[in-house]
């Protein structure tokens, strides 16, 4: 179940990362906000990155082998690059809607799934 947790907090946690790195370049939707200077959007970003922080740091504590979860440092982080591209896709095809998903893009998330396999092979 720790694994569990550990995943599903990851991915609030990258929604919400999403969101502050990315989410002010679709400022010019919204009148109000697109009229921010760049201190009340970097402001904007860091308060969104608060609560990537709300889920990312127990997220790693509950899956690392450090403190009781079934993670190593290598796999905690490879989980955190899978998770990060996948909400990154979903919310930039989806949500944003401001690229589509092309065929290399496929290509390479097929080469990440082979890196996660390396990562968690038991040699």
Same mark, same amino acid.
């Given at each position: 179940m720790k694994g569990l947790y550990?995943?599903?907090?990851?991915t609030l946690s990258n929604i919400f990362m999403t969101l502050a790195w990315y989410g002010h370049l679709q400022l010019k939707q919204y009148p109000m906000l697109a009229k921010l200077s760049l201190f009340g959007i970097i402001m904007l970003s860091w308060g969104l990155a608060f609560f990537e922080y709300i889920f990312q740091v127990p997220a790693n504590r509950i899956g690392s082998e450090e403190t009781g979860g079934p993670f190593s440092l290598f796999q905690l982080k490879t989980?955190?690059?899978a998770?990060?591209? =996948?909400?990154?896709t979903l919310i930039t095809?989806?949500?944003f809607k =401001?690229?589509?998903l092309a065929w290399n893009h496929l290509v390479g998330f097929v080469f990440l799934v082979i890196a996660v396999f390396f990562i968690f092979k038991k040699w």
């Amino acid at each position: 179940m720790k694994g569990l947790y550990c995943v599903l907090l990851l991915t609030l946690s990258n929604i919400f990362m999403t969101l502050a790195w990315y989410g002010h370049l679709q400022l010019k939707q919204y009148p109000m906000l697109a009229k921010l200077s760049l201190f009340g959007i970097i402001m904007l970003s860091w308060g969104l990155a608060f609560f990537e922080y709300i889920f990312q740091v127990p997220a790693n504590r509950i899956g690392s082998e450090e403190t009781g979860g079934p993670f190593s440092l290598f796999q905690l982080k490879t989980i955190q690059e899978a998770v990060s591209l =996948t909400v990154f896709t979903l919310i930039t095809v989806y949500f944003f809607k =401001t690229d589509k998903l092309a065929w290399n893009h496929l290509v390479g998330f097929v080469f990440l799934v082979i890196a996660v396999f390396f990562i968690f092979k038991k040699w």
